[in-house]
């Protein structure tokens, strides 16, 4: 019996088949001679079928099957279950078998998967990796898919990638599938918009042409049409449930990312802003209005302010954050003490399983008995916003169990972001709403609202004007800011008119507007993403794409460990924030520490964590005493400050803003053809500039120098007497 006359003689109603999916199409699972095979049975064709069939010569859809398995399956082997036989029943329906593959999973039902578990992202990404090089392969052997979605792409536990429902398909043997091609099965590919880059990108290893994404925008737009309208075009037929699982809304998305230790970005600007409410412009705008000539009042004094008052022990405001997690925890415990930093800072995160949770809490624990100060941060996700009640669980745990051990808690992080789940200022205020029950439970504790990151001042005063919505039962001792000074250089660069100071100087101001928070700023997250460090930056997550990049904010290991010591001097010493966060200790992409890309890798101390370590053997328990020159373009952009060690002896810090000086040089200097732009000379402090003959002079790393080494952007330290 010939293969064909033993699949028509099959019977799929039998006790032995399996059956997999229903619908128009019915696939069973039995045997079929030796082998395990799927049997796919298609319906018997409408007369009209039959007709255009007749007219166009169209095998039947069984024989289509056949035929584009075998030739998929001799030009990209393993890119399809290997073919078996076809036949045509003499009703006209037909039977397609192909072998059976154990423990297949759909693509659709893989991603439903990873967004139930948020992520991880690096899972994710990989995923999306694994497919698009699967469809890079199908299109250049020359086959056409026809329904490329997310549903007909299957996953292999051994990490191969089938593609089956081939009977749509076009064959090109020859120079492969053409661009307008590819664009139209891509566009049938199911992903976030920001994943959907990232999967266009994977595919065509380098940056997409731009004739395929017009192609793949139309073609989509086309689908998008096609699909919405279906119940006009068959009104009376009924719709089928699909067996897939369906996937949250595009808001509902919340992935996770261990690399950068961040939530991921899931869609593109334009498809956010879709989705964010009007409210994002409008209630800021509203605020600032009714209150912007009290902003511009305080913002004046406050400039007036800074670097004008001695402020005692300022080093010791600096906190470094630890991750805590149970594979760093103990390495972080051991270079501690090299770093000598008073203060320590945890977060926590909602998304967090119970295990991780009571290990964090227990790190705090620890922390404590060895006496640092221990601030945490409670950190929301999504499902902290579709589901509150969950939200004041996991917040009424952590303080339960720290409460009395630390010295303020930061409530939510970057709420200005909907990347970490919160939209809009109703979503906001959902969360705030728990705050005044919590502040009446823990008395003991210091509160930090409302975590807007980076310098979006508007939407600061907004989330201040919703906090004095939710009436506390005493005012905040301050508020919390994640500033990164736009990331782009060093912290004196200009973002618009303001540079760091100007920018704490006016987000302080912005306090002024509410008695519900009292004007102390905490800068609760601050660093600069390392050059190199790929996939682990926070520019660089959740993959990095192919070609040049343009306007990379990176920077190399000792830019990160200049710009770090001058903001927090910046910052503390004008009395502009109360205190300052780095993030973090240890993190291959930005931290102190480079800790490598695999628990087994050895960590290796950056020039940041000798800057941050020397900076607090000079000027732990310091005072600051004035500033003599602030960096101003007519004074050659040097900054000097004054300050007294633990012992009251004189110690002076100053730096030359060089970045800044390259830029006037660049706006003011006549470019010649082959000549460089002329740059100020270097500047060396003397003794009589300083009031006081140094005993040693010291980079920022701790190494002596010559007293009359030029300032750079790396500051020098000038000692009246040797230190401890």
């Known amino acids: 019996m010939t293969p064909f006359d033993q699949l028509a003689a099959l019977d799929p109603t039998a006790p032995e088949a399996i059956v997999l999916q229903r619908g128009r199409n019915l696939s069973v699972r039995m045997p079929f001679g030796a082998a395990d095979a799927v049997v796919k049975c298609f319906p018997k064709p409408t007369p009209f079928r039959r007709l255009l069939a007749r007219i166009t010569r169209e095998p039947p859809r069984a024989r289509r099957a056949y035929d584009a398995a075998r030739f998929l399956d001799t030009h990209a082997p393993g890119s399809t279950p290997e073919p078996l036989a076809w036949c045509t029943m003499p009703d006209g329906s037909g039977r397609f078998a192909s072998r059976y593959v154990e423990g297949l999973q759909s693509f659709t039902a893989a991603l439903a998967k990873c967004y139930a578990d948020h992520g991880p992202g690096t899972d994710l990404i990989a995923l999306i990796d694994r497919v698009a090089h699967a469809c890079r392969r199908m299109h250049d052997a020359g086959f056409f898919h026809g329904d490329l979605g997310n549903q007909n792409i299957m996953l292999t536990p051994e990490g191969g990638v089938l593609l089956i429902d081939l009977n749509r398909c076009r064959l090109f043997p020859e120079g492969g599938v053409p661009t307008a091609l590819r664009a139209r099965d891509l566009s049938r590919i199911a992903l976030p918009s920001d994943f959907l880059r990232c999967f266009f990108e994977m595919y065509w290893q380098a940056p997409p042409p731009a004739a395929f994404l017009k192609a793949e925008r139309r073609c989509r737009l086309r689908f998008r049409i096609h699909s919405r309208t279906r119940r006009y075009r068959h009104p009376f037929r009924p719709r089928r449930p699909s067996p897939e699982p369906v996937y949250p809304h595009p808001k509902d998305i919340w992935v996770w990312d261990p690399c950068s230790e961040q939530a991921l970005v899931t869609l593109r600007p334009r498809d956010r802003r879709r989705y964010q409410s009007p409210s994002r412009v409008f209630l800021p705008l509203a605020v600032l209005l009714r209150h912007g000539w009290r902003i511009s009042r305080a913002w004046r004094a406050t400039r007036k302010t800074a670097f004008n008052h001695p402020i005692l022990h300022f080093a010791n405001r600096a906190f470094i954050s630890l991750s805590a997690d149970p594979d760093r925890f103990q390495k972080e415990l051991d270079y501690l003490p090299q770093l000598n930093c008073p203060g320590v800072h945890l977060r926590f995160y909602a998304h967090e399983n119970a295990e991780t949770l009571a290990y964090k809490l227990e790190a705090v624990h620890t922390l404590h008995r060895l006496h640092y100060a221990v601030a945490v941060s409670l950190v929301q996700c999504r499902e902290s916003v579709r589901n509150p009640q969950s939200w004041r669980t996991f917040c009424e745990t952590v303080l339960d169990a720290v409460h009395g051990e630390v010295i303020w808690v930061e409530y939510l992080h970057a709420v200005n972001r909907v990347k970490w789940g919160i939209w809009n200022f109703r979503e906001l205020k959902k969360l705030l709403d728990f705050l005044p029950d919590l502040c009446r439970r823990y008395q003991d504790i210091s509160f930090l609202p409302p975590a807007v990151i980076d310098f979006e001042w508007d939407y600061f005063a907004g989330a201040v004007n919703r906090i004095h919505g939710i009436k506390a039962?005493?005012?905040?001792?301050?508020?919390?800011?994640?500033?990164?000074?736009?990331?782009?250089?060093?912290?004196?660069?200009?973002?618009?008119?303001?540079?760091?100071?100007?920018?704490?100087?006016?987000?302080?101001?912005?306090?002024?507007?509410?008695?519900?928070?009292?004007?102390?700023?905490?800068?609760?997250?601050?660093?600069?993403?390392?050059?190199?460090?790929?996939?682990?930056?926070?520019?660089?997550?959740?993959?990095?794409?192919?070609?040049?990049?343009?306007?990379?904010?990176?920077?190399?290991?000792?830019?990160?460990?200049?710009?770090?010591?001058?903001?927090?001097?910046?910052?503390?010493?004008?009395?502009?924030?109360?205190?300052?966060?780095?993030?973090?200790?240890?993190?291959?992409?930005?931290?102190?520490?480079?800790?490598?890309?695999?628990?087994?890798?050895?960590?290796?101390?950056?020039?940041?964590?000798?800057?941050?370590?020397?900076?607090?053997?000079?000027?732990?328990?310091?005072?600051?005493?004035?500033?003599?020159?602030?960096?101003?373009?007519?004074?050659?952009?040097?900054?000097?400050?004054?300050?007294?060690?633990?012992?009251?002896?004189?110690?002076?810090?100053?730096?030359?803003?060089?970045?800044?000086?390259?830029?006037?040089?660049?706006?003011?200097?006549?470019?010649?053809?082959?000549?460089?732009?002329?740059?100020?000379?270097?500047?060396?402090?003397?003794?009589?500039?300083?009031?006081?003959?140094?005993?040693?002079?010291?980079?920022?790393?701790?190494?002596?120098?010559?007293?009359?080494?030029?300032?750079?952007?790396?500051?020098?330290?000038?000692?009246?007497?040797?230190?401890?």
Request: charged content about 15%; overall charge neutral.
């Open 473 to 724: 039962p005493y005012p905040f001792p301050g508020a919390s800011v994640e500033l990164y000074v736009d990331r782009r250089g060093p912290p004196e660069a200009f973002q618009g008119k303001f540079d760091a100071v100007g920018k704490l100087g006016l987000l302080q101001a912005i306090l002024h507007i509410t008695p519900a928070i009292e004007n102390h700023l905490v800068v609760t997250e601050f660093n600069w993403p390392i050059a190199g460090t790929g996939v682990w930056s926070p520019v660089g997550a959740p993959y990095e794409s192919p070609g040049p990049r343009f306007n990379d904010p990176s920077v190399s290991e000792t830019q990160a460990a200049a710009y770090m010591l001058r903001y927090l001097l910046l910052g503390l010493c004008s009395g502009l924030a109360s205190s300052m966060v780095f993030w973090s200790l240890a993190a291959h992409g930005f931290g102190l520490i480079d800790p490598g890309t695999s628990p087994i890798d050895s960590w290796r101390p950056r020039p940041g964590f000798e800057t941050l370590a020397f900076f607090f053997r000079i000027l732990r328990n310091g005072s600051f005493c004035e500033a003599v020159r602030r960096g101003t373009a007519a004074e050659h952009r040097v900054w000097v400050l004054r300050m007294l060690d633990k012992q009251g002896r004189r110690v002076t810090v100053a730096w030359q803003v060089t970045e800044l000086l390259e830029q006037d040089a660049h706006r003011t200097s006549p470019h010649i053809p082959g000549h460089a732009p002329a740059t100020p000379l270097p500047l060396s402090l003397q003794p009589t500039n300083l009031g006081f003959t140094p005993a040693a002079v010291y980079d920022m790393r701790g190494k002596t120098v010559a007293p009359d080494t030029p300032i750079s952007g790396c500051p020098l330290y000038y000692c009246e007497a040797l230190p401890d």
